[in-house]
């Protein structure tokens, strides 16, 4: 399925013969109910083992619970207060705000809440995959379990 996360500008990227860049880090994409700048992946800067962008969760907003596949991923969050719902059926919790390092091991389920009305949650977002979302799956709270094959929402 091709949904908006998957509309790359490799327009966007400079190459100065070793060195990209992507000035103000790129167009907007939409992805599970969060908003990222294109920032750089495999598929539009070659990289082999990494990907990164800023993702930017509206106020009130939901990135619905998911699985990392196979891969890590550290968040800085730069505004905001974010809460991640973690772990089996989702009944752990730990609230974040800017400044703070986030690591996610790979596998474990995780919803991720703005704790605001009014303002957005902004993050740097690295990932040890260089395919960016292409290895998450959807995770059902209510289930305890995956739910391989179905699209995650958007």
């Known amino acids: 399925m091709n949904y908006d996360k998957d509309q790359i500008q490799k ?3 400079e190459d100065h013969d070793g060195i990209l860049t992507i000035r ?3 167009p907007r994409r939409d992805w599970n109910g969060i908003h990222y700048k294109q920032g750089m992946s495999a598929k539009n800067v070659g990289t082999t083992k ?3 962008n800023i993702a930017t969760i509206p106020p009130s907003g939901v990135a619905y619970a998911h699985i990392h596949v196979d891969f890590e991923l550290i968040l800085y969050i730069i505004q905001g ?3 991640h719902e973690f772990g089996p ?3 752990k919790i730990i609230e974040n705000e800017a400044g703070d390092f986030i690591y996610i091991k790979p596998g474990v389920p995780h919803e991720v809440f703005n704790m605001s009305d009014t303002e957005p949650v902004v993050a740097f977002v690295a990932r040890s995959s260089a395919e960016e979302w292409d290895n998450i799956i959807p995770y059902d709270r209510k289930q305890d379990s995956y739910t391989e094959g179905r699209p995650l929402m958007l």
């Open 11 to 13: 327009n966007a990227v």
């Open 24 to 26: 103000g880090g790129g």
């Open 50 to 52: 990494l990907s990164a």
């Open 81 to 83: 207060r974010v809460r």
């Open 89 to 91: 059926g989702l009944k």
